[in-house]
């Protein structure tokens, strides 16, 4: 007897829709990549972080290694993309070149300088960058890290920098930080307003809460899965701010290209003119990537995207004979190189011009997705095809950039909440029974779309009806099964997981990273806390209250006000009111302490940390109308 909490098995009409895609290799150079330049890999599996829990543990996707054949309930090209990120260990990329892969979902790679090694992109954790360090120090040479680059604004770039170097190193101008410009801003921007839903949301992406395995998770795209640690952040010491900018660091020459607006808001491709090496940062991969990934975040900018890619290719491929990048496996080669990037060019161009030509007959963005295919020059590609990003909703992204979420049409311009529509067409249906009467009969028929758009009213109508939920979760699970992204692989299979599950326990959403809150400026803290400003309790509040920054005495952040008006938080910058009720004295580095709830507020007014004059109830009014998140909110009922 199946546990009904369990994953289940594939359909008939899974395994013959994924066993008629079988067989099919896109390139068989692909495996020769990853492969090629192997030294060694670790001997220990697990990687632990400094309280001894589970970072990562590649032995749990030893499932991917053994050769075996793709089971019935994985998509067959997904499970080969698999197979071939699961390939880990350190791996010599070009004579004074090395990458560690495998470790953590990006990829770190080290540079020999003349006096240690140039890192660029520390991982994700701490540990994991450490243990590629200890990797490459036992099997290469045992050097200093010179310098670090982070190619861009995203956490699996940076957050492991303190695993390669220190504060102090870094201080005392032993180890420089190169990123591009804005960089700073960026890291802390996309997770400030937005992050507790979003990292709710990206549990769906990546899928951590789903058991590796045929029957969960098996890739998460760019790489086999996501590292569980909180980011790190060192300052850069040094930012690019234009395109052709060279630097000489740790002896090696580096051209830079800024490519704003592309996969992150901040990030840069660099080229090693002596050598002919690029790297392309993560604005390319072996993958189609996320316009918007499915966690959620600001669209992304699809022309910039492919208009630098086509800037790299001008600039560097005449010269360039090994091309790595922040994901996945290089590429080698000065044709091979020309015709990864033109394709990598291309496809971007091809989402977005063809979005755009059909929105322009009046076409929608649902009807858009189900109409266009990626033509055979892409679909023959492994690297083009998509197990991180998926056409259908890249082309809403792109879509929704320029047009909106809204499609034109007044019928959905002010529709009804899911639980509220639920109801209708439970009622509609004739009762919930005869809904899912007729959803069955379209789950015997492999309609599992259909199946999951009827079911969903069911479960927001009746979220306790074990029938509507065990049928949702069983097609979410099919589709899950078939799907070629990694991505709606996870979230189809963890929104399963949930309806026989539940969510995740709710807990205080923490602060998620306290080391990126370091990084804060004192406008984003205050940003952070408006978004919490319990509207309901501030009818009739006005007040404004001084703060003063000793600690950043000469910049414009020494001073700022904070007001309460019409329920909604604003304030100030480099200046104080004198009709304030009261005024706070506190150093920025303890206003983030207690931000990060290091500490709080009366116990810093109790040991003098901070200091009050005026009406203290003023500050009590702003900071007991503040809203507390939860995690584990649920998703797929109400
Ligand atoms: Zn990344």
């Known amino acids: 007897m199946q546990d009904p909490k369990l ?83 350190l791996f010599n990329v070009a004579p004074n070149v090395w990458q560690v892969r495998g470790y ?62 220190s504060t102090e190193d870094v201080e005392a101008g032993r180890c420089q930080i190169i990123a591009p410009q804005g960089f700073l801003h960026e890291a802390i921007a996309e997770n400030v307003i937005a992050g507790v839903a979003m990292s709710r949301r990206a549990a769906y992406q990546f899928g951590p809460l789903l058991a590796p395995g045929p029957r969960g998770h098996v890739d998460s795209g760019l790489g086999n899965s996501t590292p569980t640690a909180a980011p790190s952040l060192i300052a850069p010491t040094r930012e690019i701010s234009f395109t052709g900018e060279e630097l000489l660091v740790d002896g090696v020459r580096i051209i830079f290209q800024l490519t704003p607006e592309t996969e992150a808001p901040a990030e840069m491709n660099f080229f090693f003119p002596d050598h002919g090496w690029l790297c392309m940062a993560e604005n390319c991969s072996h993958t189609m990537h996320n316009l ?27 010269k360039t004979d090994v091309l790595f990048m922040s994901h996945n496996w290089p590429r080698w080669g000065r044709q091979d190189v020309r015709d990864f990037l033109t394709l990598q060019r291309d496809l971007y161009r091809w989402i977005h011009d063809q979005t755009m030509r059909q929105a322009n007959h009046g076409m929608t963005a649902l009807e858009i997705a189900e109409l266009l295919v990626l033509p055979d020059e892409f679909l023959a590609h492994e690297h083009t095809r998509g197990f991180y990003g998926d056409l259908v909703h890249n082309v809403k992204a792109v879509y929704q950039r320029y047009l909106s979420w809204y499609d034109g049409n007044p019928a959905n311009l002010n529709k009804f909440s899911p639980a509220k529509v639920g109801e209708r067409y439970v009622d509609l249906a004739g009762g919930a029974d005869r809904l899912l009467d007729h959803a069955e009969q379209a789950f015997q028929k492999g309609d599992y779309r259909w199946v999951v758009e009827l079911v969903n009213h069911a479960v927001f109508a009746q979220p306790t009806n074990q029938r509507a939920r065990i049928l949702q979760a069983d097609a979410l699970e099919q589709l899950g099964y078939q799907s070629e992204s990694a991505t709606f692989r996870n979230a189809y299979l963890t929104a399963a997981q949930e309806l026989r599950n539940g969510p995740p326990p709710r807990a205080e959403a923490r602060v998620r990273a306290r080391g990126l809150i370091k990084a804060m400026t004192i406008e984003q803290v205050f940003d952070t806390l408006a978004v919490r400003a319990i509207s309901e309790n501030l009818s009739g509040v006005a007040l404004t209250v001084n703060w003063l920054f000793p600690d950043m005495a000469g910049t414009p952040d020494e001073k700022w006000v904070l007001g309460v008006s019409n329920r909604t938080f604003y304030y100030s910058q480099n200046r104080h009111d004198e009709n304030a009720s009261a005024t706070v004295q506190i150093s920025r580095k303890l206003f983030l302490e207690v931000i990060a709830q290091l500490t709080t507020f009366a116990d810093e007014l109790k040991s003098g940390g901070a200091t009050i004059e005026g009406d203290a109830a003023a500050l009590l009014k702003i900071f007991s109308n503040l809203d507390n998140f939860s995690t584990g909110f649920p998703i797929v009922e109400p």
């Open 292 to 318: 918007v990934p499915i966690r959620g975040a600001l669209v992304r900018n699809a022309l910039n995207w492919s208009k630098y890619i086509n800037e790299s290719i001008d600039l560097f491929a005449e």
């Open 104 to 165: 953590d979902i990006s990829n770190i790679t080290f540079v020999r300088g003349e006096k240690g090694w140039v890192v660029i992109d520390p991982l994700t954790a701490d540990s994991t960058a450490r243990a590629s360090l200890e990797l490459i120090s036992r099997h290469v040479e045992q050097r200093p890290v010179t310098a670090v680059i982070y190619t861009h604004s995203h956490a699996d770039h940076f957050g492991g920098v303190l695993g390669v170097t």
């Open 7 to 89: 994953p289940k098995a594939a359909t008939e009409s899974t395994r013959q829709k994924n066993s008629a895609l079988d067989g099919r290799v896109f390139d068989p150079l692909d495996l020769e990549r990853v492969r090629r330049g192997f030294i060694a890999a670790r001997t220990e599996p697990l990687i632990v972080d400094q309280q001894n829990r589970k970072v990562i543990d590649t032995a749990s996707y030893d499932f991917l290694r053994d050769g075996r054949e793709c089971p019935d309930t994985v998509n067959p090209h997904l499970w080969r993309h698999a197979t071939l990120n699961a390939h880990h260990g």
